[in-house]
Structure formats: C-alpha cells, structure tokens
C-alpha cells in the first residue's frame, strides 16, 4: 500500500521547475504568426462582407421602386384615379427622395393644365446611400439616334447640383426623373410632366423638393432649361389670366422644369460613380449599374442582369 507523504510542520511544498529557457507565454514569432492568420481571414472576409453588404442596400432600393410603382398604378386605376407616378430627385444631403405625385385633379380638362402634376401627401421613399437610380437611357452615347433630351453628355453625368451646377454643367442631373401610369394601368414613356410643389412660405422653395419654384421672388440661376423638348416649353401662367403656378423653374425667365417620364431604370452605387473621371462615368452604369424595367402593360418590375445592355419591352 502506497503512503501518502505528510509534510512536517513548517516545511515548505517545492513549486514545480521550469526548465531553462522555456517561457509559459507566447513568443515574438508566435504573435506574429497569429496576427498573419488574423489579417489573412479579415482580407477574405471584408471584401465579401461589402459584396453582401452593397447587395442588401441594392435590393432595399429594388424593393422600395417596385412598392411605390405597384401602388402608384392602382391609385391611377382608381374610379376617379387621373395619371399617378413618382417624380425622383436628390436632396441637400445627397439623398435621393421617390415622392408620388398625380395630374392636377381641379383642372384636369383645360388643356393649359394637363402637364401639370402634383406632389401628393405620401411619405417619400429613400433609397438607402449611396444607391442611388438613373434612367436608362442616360448610359447612351450621344448621336445613337436617341431623342435630344435623352442625351446625358460627359459634364451633364457629373452634374452634382441640380440648384446651381458648374459653369460648363447645363441645367440637368441623372438623378432627377419621372415615371408615369395613365388611368388603365399603362406605363406612359415621354410624358411630359411639370410638377408643382406649392410654395406656402412664400420663400420661392418648393415645400418637398426644396428646389427652385416659380413665379416672382428671387430668381433661381440662368441657366439651360432641363430636359429641353421641342415645344414643350410652358410659362408659370398658363392660362394668361394672371393665376400663376408655382412650378419648379430653372431659368430667369419663370419657364417650368420638364422631367419627361422614362420607362425603366439602372440603380448603382453613387459614391464608386463620383471617384470616377467623367470619360469613365457613363462606361461605370453601363457595366456595374442593374437594370430594371418597368412593363408598359402590367407595371412589373423585371430585374435584369448587372451590365445588360439589351432594351425589354
């Protein structure tokens, strides 16, 4: 039988001996090893995270467009519904605002008025920064045969400032359109649309846009009309009786912003688009903006491809 060994008083319990040279914590060369792997897992797993990350916010602004399309196209259909859509535009922070705006209903038959849309008391939608929309037809090169005002040229695509855009910027901005549904429920391609955001304050800013509005007051900048049409232009008084309408206006001469409705768009990431020199710009949509295309018949919204060039009907 083994005895177990009984200290006598005041003898002392010998610690354990480490053998010279050993040390019970991490060497140098242990660390940096262990850093290496860290840095190696965060170099594989960040670049995926900001993939996921940049496709979240892409389908949140997918899911936001195709929500504001479907329930615009059932007020339009409505009994008493008149043509509904949304006018999209980019705030003083950078946000691009979706906001529902329908044809003025008290003049609906007096042909002075039948351009005139106004926004609704719907709540905005924002896409979630930096993704931000575009028409499609703004990644067209100039002189493809394309109507004149569906042109964006290089300085137009780096306009940045809808209110007072550089001095060799003409008045127009890739984030700022409209798409619209006529009363059976069909997309209207080129319509012209001006819109009124009423001026309550009477600061000459339009209430939900807080753009520049029409008649009077302190003038907005000279400069190019937007989205420019061939006999589209329409004075703040349409009517010549002096009952003015506080349009959106970006030349000194009170002449309503046209922003004619388009039929299908490319979302994209706004903050990649303006590290860019302006050559690469259009080339950037083209290859890294996803379409999507809004039915003429039933307003669906189809998806396609990143890069996809082909138009759907």
């Keep these: 039988m083994m005895r177990t060994p009984v200290l006598k008083p005041g003898s002392v319990c010998a610690a354990p ?5 050993k040390s019970p914590g991490f060497t140098l060369i242990e660390m940096v090893v262990v850093v290496a792997i860290i840095l190696v897992i965060l170099g594989l797993v960040l670049p995926a995270a900001s993939t996921l990350w940049g496709q ?13 399309l479907m329930t615009a196209r059932a007020k339009a259909m ?3 519904g008149v043509e509904t859509g949304f006018l999209a535009f980019v705030d003083g922070e950078g946000n691009q605002h979706l906001v529902t705006i329908e044809q003025h209903r008290d003049n609906i038959h007096d042909p002075a008025w039948q351009n005139v849309f106004v926004i609704t008391g719907q709540p905005d939608q924002i896409l979630p920064t930096p993704i931000r929309a575009v028409p499609r037809y703004v990644v067209i090169e100039p002189g493809q045969g394309q109507q004149e005002w569906e042109v964006f040229r290089g300085e137009e695509l780096a306009n940045n400032d809808f209110n007072n855009p550089a001095e060799d910027q003409t008045q127009r901005h890739r984030n700022f359109f409209t798409l619209v549904f006529s009363t059976d429920g069909q997309l209207i391609q080129d319509r012209d649309v001006l819109i009124q955001d009423a001026d309550a304050e009477g600061d000459r800013v339009g209430d939900r846009t807080g753009l520049h509005v029409g008649p009077g007051g302190s003038k907005p900048p000279t400069t190019t009309k937007f989205y420019l049409r061939d006999g589209n232009e329409q004075d703040i008084d349409p009517t010549g009786d002096g ?5 959106l206006v970006t030349d000194d001469q009170d002449v ?3 922003f004619p409705s388009i039929d299908g768009l490319l979302v994209y990431d706004d903050s990649l688009f303006n590290d860019l020199t302006v050559p690469e710009k259009r080339s950037f949509v083209l290859q890294r903006g996803r379409p999507l ?3 003429r018949w039933t307003g669906a919204v189809i998806r396609g491809p990143v890069g996809e060039t082909e138009k759907r009907e």
Aim: neutral net charge.
């Design 17 to 21: 001996t480490v053998s010279p040279g």
């Design 78 to 80: 409505q009994a008493d």
């Design 256 to 258: 309503a912003v046209n």
């Design 243 to 247: 009952t003015a309408i506080p349009f």
């Design 56 to 68: 979240r916010k892409t389908a949140q602004a997918d899911n936001a467009i195709q929500g504001l």
């Design 293 to 295: 295309y809004v039915s």
